[in-house]
């Protein structure tokens, strides 16, 4: 079953509780699924995403901005700004969103960082991207950790207000 997150920090909380979760309404989708979004099952290359970019640059933009302004959201640990940069009614637990998201907010030294954004998907009202993405961080058992991923992003441009926001989620872990 796909494991999706629902919040960028599910790097961190994975660690911390050693288990997998999904908060959205897509998680019954499997790997080979035509709505998968995973990196490894759909990855283009580097010429074939540029030129899915280059077709819509204003929304590329817009994107591209969405997800500085979602990571500063996390790295600033302004919790109901990040909790607003997903679409609500796409959100299957509200609760422990909030409950999880406190909790990566509040591990010591968290800093998340964006080395690479891949559009996959794109038209004038959704994306799916892919990054890859370190998060730094001190579990609760004083251990510094660095977790590398790649984190698949489904964005909706939202029809009441025009602001893109998050979907869902799907990450791959590149360490252990």
């Not at 796909?2 to 790097?11: P, S």
């Not at 990571?71 to 609500?88: M, P, S, T, V």
């Not at 969103?97 to 998907?121: I, P």
């Not at 510094?144 to 791959?172: L, M």
Request: proline share 3%; aromatic share 8%; with cysteine.
């Amino acid at each position: 079953m796909r494991k999706l997150t629902g919040i960028v920090f599910a790097a961190a909380v994975m660690c911390l509780t050693g288990t997998a979760w999904a908060v959205d309404k897509d998680d019954d989708l499997k790997p080979d699924d035509s709505e998968h979004i995973g990196y490894d099952a759909s990855a283009l290359s580097p010429d074939q995403a540029s030129e899915v970019e280059s077709r819509f640059p204003e929304e590329s933009k817009a994107v591209r901005e969405a997800l500085a302004r979602h990571i500063a959201h996390a790295n600033g640990r302004q919790l109901e700004a990040y909790l607003d940069d997903f679409l609500k009614e796409r959100i299957r637990y509200p609760e422990l969103e909030r409950s999880y998201a406190e909790r990566a907010m509040a591990l010591e030294g968290l800093e998340l960082t964006v080395k690479a954004v891949e559009f996959q998907k794109l038209t004038r009202t959704t994306a799916t991207i892919h990054t890859r993405q370190i998060s730094k961080y001190v579990d609760e058992k004083g251990v510094p950790r660095t977790d590398d991923v790649i984190i698949s992003y489904r964005w909706i441009k939202d029809a009441n207000d025009g602001v893109w926001r998050i979907s869902f989620t799907e990450r791959k872990r590149l360490t252990e």
